[in-house]
């Protein structure tokens, strides 16, 4: 499956579209897998956060 394209204004369908997405990626997932798959791209959100936020106290 083909990531989705959102809209700009960010509507329910999006939220749909996305859901979907997650699920048939993670569907054939055993439950650690799901885990390392969560957590691995939680990690990834918030280092990019910190990396923003360290950007921001520069300016």
Avoid: C, W
Avoid at 36 to 52: A, D, I, M
């Amino acid at each position: 499956m083909e990531k989705p394209i959102l809209s700009p204004s960010f509507t329910i369908e999006d939220i749909h579209k996305l859901r979907e997405y997650n699920y048939e990626i993670t569907k054939n997932m055993t439950r650690q897998e799901k885990i390392e798959y969560y957590n691995n791209r939680g990690r990834k959100v918030q280092t990019e956060l910190e990396q923003e936020k360290a950007k921001l106290k520069n300016v």
